[in-house]
Each structure stands twice: as C-alpha cells, then as structure tokens.
C-alpha cells in the first residue's frame, strides 16, 4: 500500500502534461484526486472541476465545489510567455497564492501545498523588493492592479515564476506554525504539448542549447517525481524550499560553468 492511499488531493492543470502525470500516479497509488482545470482530462478522476484560473470568482466558484479537507494541493497549472502578460501573471502567480490560502483551512493536518514554479525565475533576488511589494498586497485584484502599475522588464512567465518562487520560500515558517508545508518544484525545459510556447518566447537556439548539454529535456514523470516526493512523508522536514529539477543546468550557470541563459 503506498501512503498515497485513501488521501485527498486537488491537483491543477491535471488535462495535460506534469498535471496528468501527477494526478494519474496519485490515482495509481490509491488516492482521491480531484482536478483543476479549463480542459477535462483524458482520465477519469475522482471528480473534475472546470476552472478559469485568471478570474478569481471561477477560482472560488470552483472552490465550493469541493467538499471536506484533503491532504494535498498541487498547484501545477501555468501558462507560458506567448500569452498575454497580465494573463500569465494573473495564472501564474496570482492564482497560484489564492489557491494556497485557500487551503489553509481546507488541510488536514500535516498536509502540503506543492507548487510548479521554475528555472526561468532565476532572477528573483535582483527583484525581490519589488516582489515583496507585490506579495504585500491581499487580493487577487490588488496584486493585479500592483502588476499594472509597476511594469517589470522583460519577459512576464520569468517574473511571475520569480513571483511564485520568492512565495513558496517566504511562506514556508507562516506554514509551519499552522502544521503544513509549503514547497515548490523549479523544472528546466519540459517535453509537455506547450514546449514550443516555451521556444517562442525564450528562444528555441537557448532551449536547443540546454537540450544538448543534457542530452534531453526532462519528460512530465521526471517532475511529477520532484512532486510526489514534496507531497510525501519523505520530506516531512522540507518546508519553503524551492527544489531546482532540470539536470543540472542551474548549477553549472550559478558557478560560473555555463553562462546564464538569455530568456
């Protein structure tokens, strides 16, 4: 029996990609898994709910719909650099914390909040005041209305993983104190069907790059692995931590080993 069996988890972004591999393993192992998404999954789950993660109201909406408390959210849902910048932010990072703090009343207790942030936000401590800022706000509308107010350069998917980043890692003892844990994974490139977005938008010469440094992009289960174990008993004791899962590629930039990608 895994100790995945007979638990409850939300998990996001489940129709495709690292969503569907983390929600088909928990479904594999035992668990209640009840999806979160735009797009109905292939698989059958526990139970669906449809979701528009840039609108707060379909957020709580889709929050009513479900019943109880769980042991888990996974909050995999992001959206790439090609759509438009206040609808990234607004996925990527404003839904990712509104999500969150929703569940603090919804855990059980010992429960966990894993979050799909990524590499691409590596430049969050150059940022991290404006960022505090942001984070200061309370709402969904305030953090976007902050957003519209205080345009970032370059790039929005990198900022708002910076976003997410800095928010798993800041809120980590906030967590504790209520007996959960919060963590977030920080994947490189992934063969998921919205890689060639991620080309677009951060180069497919830079992507290619890290390709043939590794040999390989990582697969949906390479990650969904990284996320199942923050989920887990296993990392009882890993609370605000951003996990890097890409190869390598993150610690030959920050020794100097390789350049830092220009994304």
Same mark, same amino acid.
């Given at each position: 029996m895994s100790e995945f069996t007979d638990k409850r988890y939300v998990v996001t972004g489940?129709?495709?990609?690292?969503?569907?591999?983390?929600?088909?393993?928990?479904?594999?192992?035992?668990?209640?898994?009840? =999806?979160?998404?735009?797009?109905?999954?292939?698989?059958?789950? =526990?139970?669906?709910?449809?979701?528009?993660?840039?609108?707060?109201?379909?957020?709580?909406?889709?929050?009513?719909?479900?019943?109880?408390?769980?042991?888990g959210l996974l909050n995999v849902a992001g959206i790439p650099? =090609?759509?438009?910048?206040?609808?990234?932010?607004?996925v990527n990072s404003l839904a990712v914390r509104h999500l969150a703090e929703?569940?603090?009343?919804?855990?059980?207790?010992?429960?966990?909040? =894993?979050?799909?942030?990524?590499?691409?936000?590596?430049?969050w401590p150059a940022r991290l005041d404006a960022i505090r800022d942001l984070l200061a706000t309370d709402t969904f509308e305030e953090g976007l209305a902050w957003f519209k107010a205080n345009p970032q350069e370059g790039n929005t998917y990198n900022f708002s993983k910076e976003v997410t980043t800095v928010y798993t890692q800041s809120m980590g003892l906030a967590l504790a104190?209520?007996?959960?844990?919060?963590?977030?994974?920080?994947?490189?490139?992934?063969?998921?069907?919205?890689?060639?977005?991620?080309?677009?938008?951060?180069?497919?010469e830079t992507l290619d790059g890290v390709k043939d440094l590794l040999g390989r992009h990582a697969t949906p289960d390479d990650i969904a692995d990284a996320l199942l174990f923050l989920a887990s008993d296993a990392a009882r004791?890993?609370?605000?931590?951003?996990?890097v899962v890409d190869g390598g590629i993150t610690g030959a930039v920050v020794t100097g080993v390789v350049p830092a990608p220009e994304i």
């Amino acid at each position: 029996m895994s100790e995945f069996t007979d638990k409850r988890y939300v998990v996001t972004g489940a129709a495709s990609g690292i969503g569907a591999a983390v929600a088909q393993r928990l479904l594999a192992d035992g668990a209640q898994v009840y =999806t979160l998404d735009r797009n109905v999954p292939t698989f059958e789950a =526990t139970a669906h709910v449809e979701v528009d993660l840039a609108n707060p109201n379909s957020i709580d909406a889709a929050l009513e719909q479900l019943e109880g408390s769980f042991d888990g959210l996974l909050n995999v849902a992001g959206i790439p650099g =090609t759509a438009p910048s206040e609808l990234v932010f607004a996925v990527n990072s404003l839904a990712v914390r509104h999500l969150a703090e929703a569940f603090f009343e919804r855990l059980n207790p010992g429960g966990s909040i =894993t979050v799909v942030s990524s590499t691409a936000g590596f430049g969050w401590p150059a940022r991290l005041d404006a960022i505090r800022d942001l984070l200061a706000t309370d709402t969904f509308e305030e953090g976007l209305a902050w957003f519209k107010a205080n345009p970032q350069e370059g790039n929005t998917y990198n900022f708002s993983k910076e976003v997410t980043t800095v928010y798993t890692q800041s809120m980590g003892l906030a967590l504790a104190q209520l007996g959960f844990r919060i963590n977030s994974v920080l994947p490189g490139p992934v063969e998921t069907p919205i890689l060639a977005d991620f080309e677009e938008s951060m180069g497919k010469e830079t992507l290619d790059g890290v390709k043939d440094l590794l040999g390989r992009h990582a697969t949906p289960d390479d990650i969904a692995d990284a996320l199942l174990f923050l989920a887990s008993d296993a990392a009882r004791w890993i609370n605000g931590h951003a996990l890097v899962v890409d190869g390598g590629i993150t610690g030959a930039v920050v020794t100097g080993v390789v350049p830092a990608p220009e994304i």
